[in-house]
């Protein structure tokens, strides 16, 4: 096999393309988040959140990052934190957050086609997201840290010159992480597919697929949701759905893990670059995922019994 030309090649043309499509939503982002800062659009949002806010343990101004991380791919409230002043405590909860609840008008629309409904998906991950906020912010130590950005605010802007500086700063930063996280996976993902390993991994995955309360025949897909997420990921999963190599009651389980806990390399990549902890962000996911799982499970066998008793009434 030639590396360069099967592996190294691909991988950089399409992570050009990618982190270009994905640039041009999240700088444009960006830049109004620190005008809206400049002209103190943000401490008007503050001061009406900070009151619903505050029992996420996160102050009123970030609202922006969820919301947008609820229409947007993970990178675009990723910039918008940069442009913030955040401590480590108040960033793991709003990575769990946005971690769970992101980009769900394209990767909800993805599990609809694989079986599940759109706005049960979209609501579940919006709902598991503020419940494991509130979770957080009743465990997570008080003294975290020190902030983690501290970006100049607007006591500090003196013109809208020192905006696009800080803007133009913040964005070559950002742009360098998308291109070399989107790089690194592509080459992660075209090895594993040369040298055939997904199916092997997949058989050797059966044990944990168990424990998550998850069918066998679903461990192809359940690879390709952590390794490469449902935006990336979604064609292949809609091909073995339509292959018939899964059920839809099979199907509709995975979506429920898949929702909650997905991406889990490139999601937890990004938020460990900026230092939260990965053993937060990835053992709350997980535990998240698996109750989520095992109670879908139980409530789906309650259901049938039910089914069953109004047949023999």
Not at 116 to 132: A, D, N
Request: aromatic share 12%; proline share 4%.
């Amino acid at each position: 096999m030639n590396f360069h030309k099967t592996i190294l090649l691909p991988a950089l043309k399409k992570s050009a393309r990618t982190s270009l499509w994905l640039l041009k939503i999240i700088l444009p982002i960006s830049l109004l988040v620190r005008f809206m800062d400049y002209f103190g659009v943000l401490s008007f949002i503050a001061q009406y959140l900070d009151p619903v806010f505050s029992y996420l343990g996160l102050p009123g101004s970030t609202a922006i990052v969820f919301i947008t991380s609820i229409f947007l791919p993970l990178y675009a409230p990723l910039a918008i934190i940069t442009s913030m002043t955040i401590t480590l405590r108040e960033l793991t909860i709003l990575a769990l957050m946005c971690q769970i609840a992101h980009n769900l008008p394209v990767e909800s629309a993805i599990q609809a086609k694989t079986g599940t409904p759109f706005w049960t998906m979209t609501l579940l991950r919006i709902f598991m997201s503020i419940v494991i906020a509130l979770a957080l912010n009743l465990i997570l130590p008080q003294d975290m840290g020190m902030p983690v950005f501290a970006h100049t605010g607007i006591t500090a802007m003196n013109s809208v010159g020192d905006v696009l500086i800080a803007w133009a700063i913040g964005a070559l930063e950002i742009a360098l992480l998308i291109l070399v996280i989107v790089f690194l996976l592509n080459v992660l993902y075209r090895l594993l597919e040369s040298y055939r390993l997904i199916g092997k991994l997949s058989r050797i995955i059966e044990p944990v697929l168990k424990f998550f309360g998850l069918p066998a025949s679903t461990g192809f897909l359940w690879l390709i949701g952590y390794i490469v997420g449902l935006a990336y990921g979604g064609a292949l999963m809609m091909d073995q759905m339509y292959e018939g190599k899964v059920t839809k009651t099979d199907a509709s389980l995975l979506n429920y893990h898949l929702a909650v806990s997905h991406s889990v390399i490139e999601d937890n990549l990004l938020f460990v670059a900026l230092g939260v902890s990965l053993w937060w962000i990835l053992g709350v996911r997980l535990v998240a995922a698996w109750i989520v799982v095992w109670v879908r499970k139980w409530w789906m066998k309650i259901r049938f019994r039910q089914l069953k008793v109004s047949v023999k009434s």
